[in-house]
């Protein structure tokens, strides 16, 4: 069995210039990024939600060679990886669908319709 190497990561961090950034530099570079997230406050906090995420189904189902090999080739997490992209496919299929999808219709509808016939 082909065994999996671990990427070493190097930490590019400049430990000695965060230490000297202020908590008010901080708070106006997080508010100056569109991608921050809403500082969380004690607001926040009280009125929070804890969600747990639901639980995963263990399955087995069988899939080309080459597409768990695409996967397994970052490494660890290739299920969770797979996962993400079964996800995304269902999201944007969901997606498609209500936009294309027709007003259903009511009873009041059809016969509304039949009446005009008559």
């Known amino acids: 069995m082909k065994r999996l190497q671990r990427r070493r990561v190097t930490d590019r ?11 008010d530099a901080i708070t106006a ?27 995963k189904v263990p399955i087995s189902f069988r899939v080309d060679r080459s597409i768990l090999d ?5 490494g660890p997490g290739y299920q969770t990886r797979m996962n993400a992209v079964l996800k995304g496919y ?15 219709r009511t009873h009041h509808d059809v016969g509304s319709r039949a009446r005009k016939r008559a």
């Open 70 to 74: 695409w996967f397994k080739k970052d």
């Open 90 to 104: 269902i999201n944007r299929v969901s997606a498609k669908a209500t936009a294309t999808r027709k007003p259903d």
């Open 13 to 23: 961090t400049d430990y000695e210039h965060l230490a000297r950034v202020s908590d």
């Open 29 to 55: 570079a997080v508010a100056a990024d569109p991608d921050a997230a809403p500082i969380a406050d004690e607001e926040w906090f009280r009125t929070a939600e804890l969600v747990m995420p639901e639980p």
